[in-house]
C-alpha cells in the first residue's frame, strides 16, 4: 500500500508539473491577487517547470508594482535567530516566516516600510536601497541615507519609488539604530530620495507667512499609495510632489499636546492620541477632511512603540487580546519602559511589565500582570 501511495503522489507531482506553461501562468496570476507575493514566489519553487512559467518580477517591478510588495508583511525588530535569519509576521494572517537574507550583513539596516526593507551601503557614501525580502530583489539608490542615530521611513510608490527619511539632525559619526525615531522630540527633518537624485527637503508651506519651512514629524505612515505625516505643530499632511519638488500638503489640524501616532488599518488611516488616563483612536476621512471616533477596533490589536504604530488580528495570534492597544511607555526620568495594556471595551490601563513610579498616571502595582508576551515575537507560532 505505501507504495502505491508512493506511486501515486509522484504521479500528481508529474501531472501538475506537466501543465501548460499558460495555465500555470494564470494560476500564478490569481495567486498574486488573492494571496499576495508569498504564496506567487512558493509557486516559482515548486518545479523546474512551474519556474520557467511563472514570471520573477524585475528589481524595479518589485519595488513599484503593488501587486508583488509585502504589504501584510513585517519585521519583527530583535528577534533573529541563532543563524540571523529575522522573523516576519503577516498581519493579517498570523503566520511566522524566518528568511535566509544573507546579504542584510552586508549593508546597513535603517528601517521597513510598507513591507520593504530600507537598507544602506557600507561604503560610502552609505547609498540608499530597497529591499524586497519576499522576492530578494533589491533597487540601488544615489542618495545616501542620512547619517543619523534615529531614521524613520516611508515608501512612495509609483513610476519611480520614492523614499521618504525623517531623522534628527545630529553631529556625531555615523551609528545606526535600527528602525526607531523619537516622533515626539519635534526635532526631526523629513527629507526624500528618488532612485536618481540626491536627499531633498520636503517643506511644509505656512499659509500665514506665504513662506516654505522645514517640515519636523512626529509620525508618518504609507497609506493608500501616499504618504502622510504628522508635524510637531499638530497637522496633518500628505506628501505630493509639485514642480520636481515635494510638499507637505495640509490636511487638517489634531490636537498636539499628547502623544500621537498614525497608522494604516483594514484600508483606514487611523490616528491614535495617548494620553495620561486614556487611549483613543479616531478614523482619519481625508476627503472631508474629519476625525471620526472609533469606538472598538474588533478583533484587531494595536502595538504602540516610540511613535510607531502597527496592526494585527488577534484571533490569528494565541495570547494576544483584540479590541487592545499595547503600548510602551516611559516612566520617569530614568526613562525605563512599561508596557501598558489598555483595553478598548472598559476604558481600563493595566500594566504587564516593567517598574512604576508613583504619580506617573499607571495604575498601582496591585494592577501589574506579570504574563507576556512582551513583543509580538514572543507570542506562541503557528
Not at 18 to 40: F, N, W
Not at 73 to 79: I, K, Q, R, S, T
Not at 155 to 180: D, L, M, R, S, W
Amino acid at each position: 500500500m505505501k507504495e502505491e501511495s508512493g506511486c501515486s503522489g509522484e504521479k500528481r507531482r508529474a501531472e501538475w508539473a506537466s501543465l501548460q506553461p499558460e495555465l500555470v501562468q494564470l494560476i500564478a496570476d490569481r495567486v498574486l491577487s488573492t494571496s499576495g507575493v508569498d504564496e506567487y514566489m512558493g509557486m516559482r519553487a515548486v518545479c523546474p517547470a512551474w519556474r520557467s512559467a511563472v514570471a520573477k518580477p524585475s528589481p524595479h517591478a518589485a519595488v513599484a508594482d503593488l501587486r508583488f510588495r509585502p504589504r501584510q508583511w513585517v519585521l519583527l525588530h530583535g528577534a533573529d535567530d541563532q543563524e540571523g535569519r529575522p522573523l516576519f509576521l503577516n498581519v493579517a494572517t498570523g503566520r511566522f516566516r524566518r528568511l535566509r537574507l544573507p546579504l542584510l550583513r552586508d549593508y546597513i539596516f535603517v528601517g521597513a516600510s510598507d513591507g520593504l526593507l530600507v537598507l544602506g551601503a557600507r561604503d560610502l557614501p552609505h547609498a540608499a536601497r530597497l529591499l524586497n525580502p519576499l522576492t530578494g530583489d533589491m533597487l540601488p539608490f544615489a542618495a545616501p541615507i542620512p547619517p543619523e542615530d534615529w531614521v524613520e521611513t516611508a515608501i512612495v510608490v509609483g513610476f519611480e519609488p520614492t523614499i521618504i527619511f525623517a531623522f534628527e539632525p545630529a553631529y556625531g559619526k555615523y551609528q545606526y539604530i535600527p528602525a526607531y525615531c523619537s516622533l515626539g522630540r519635534g526635532g526631526d527633518a523629513v527629507y526624500s530620495a528618488d532612485p536618481m537624485g540626491q536627499l531633498r527637503a520636503v517643506r511644509f508651506h505656512d499659509a500665514a507667512s506665504n513662506q516654505d519651512a522645514l517640515f519636523y514629524l512626529r509620525s508618518m505612515v504609507t497609506y493608500a499609495d501616499n504618504v502622510y505625516v504628522l508635524n510637531s505643530g499638530g497637522t496633518l499632511c500628505k506628501i505630493v510632489r509639485t514642480g520636481g519638488h515635494w510638499y507637505a500638503e495640509r490636511i487638517l489640524e489634531v490636537d498636539k499636546d499628547y502623544n500621537v501616532a498614525l497608522v494604516e488599518s483594514a484600508g483606514k488611516l487611523l490616528l491614535i492620541r495617548e494620553q495620561p488616563e486614556i487611549i483613543q483612536v479616531f478614523s482619519i476621512d481625508v476627503k472631508r477632511k474629519l476625525l471620526e471616533p472609533i469606538e472598538s477596533l474588533g478583533s484587531s490589536a494595536l502595538f504602540i512603540s516610540h511613535g510607531n504604530c502597527m496592526v494585527v488580528d488577534a484571533d490569528m495570534l494565541p495570547s494576544i487580546k483584540g479590541n487592545c492597544i499595547y503600548s510602551i511607555s516611559f516612566a520617569g526620568i530614568q526613562l525605563d519602559s512599561v508596557h501598558v495594556l489598555y483595553d478598548l471595551s472598559d476604558g481600563k490601563r493595566r500594566c504587564f511589565s516593567g517598574p512604576l513610579i508613583p504619580g506617573d498616571g499607571l495604575p498601582p502595582e496591585s494592577d501589574i500582570i506579570h504574563e507576556g508576551p512582551l513583543s509580538l515575537a514572543q507570542t506562541p507560532k503557528n
